[in-house]
Every structure is written in C-alpha cells, then in structure tokens.
C-alpha cells in the first residue's frame, strides 16, 4: 500500500500565535480563561477580552485574577486554545 502523502503536512499544522494580557478569570472546571489582550496582529484583532481553552488543565496553575500574562494559542474549529504561557 503506497504511504506517500497521508503524513501530516506541516501546512495543515495549526498556527501559533502570541498575546499579552491580563486574566480576568479562571474557570478550572471548563479548563477556561478569560484574558483582556492587546492587540493580535497575526489575527488581525484588535484588543479586546476573550475566553480562551486550555490544552492541558496543567497550566491553569500559571493563570490567576490580574495576573499580566504572555501567552501562546492555537486556533482549533471554534475554538482558541493556549498552548503555552509565561
């Protein structure tokens, strides 16, 4: 059976973005959190508050209220999920 072509193509990958912002909440149960970002230019958007998903509940431990935060995520379906954070 000929392979070739069903590997994943680095094109298809999604890609990552960063921003910088201010967490206003953190929803562990939902393994959400909502930050107040400037603006994404990779996005094309301007600053504004938005609810992110968390890849792993593992990082949840690195957001907490008013905490400043530097951020990267991903764009999944619908969904804008953090990948990692500093």
Do not use: C, R
């Amino acid at each position: 059976m000929e392979m070739k072509g069903m590997g994943v193509d680095k094109k298809s990958e999604a890609k990552s973005h960063k921003g910088v912002g201010t967490v206003k909440k953190v929803d562990a149960a939902a393994g959400t959190v909502t930050i107040a970002h400037g603006p994404i230019p990779t996005m094309k958007w301007p600053a504004m508050s938005m609810t992110f998903t968390v890849k792993d509940k593992a990082l949840l431990g690195k957001f907490s209220q008013d905490k400043k935060v530097e951020f990267e995520f991903v764009e999944q379906g619908s969904n804008y999920v953090i990948t990692s954070v500093k």
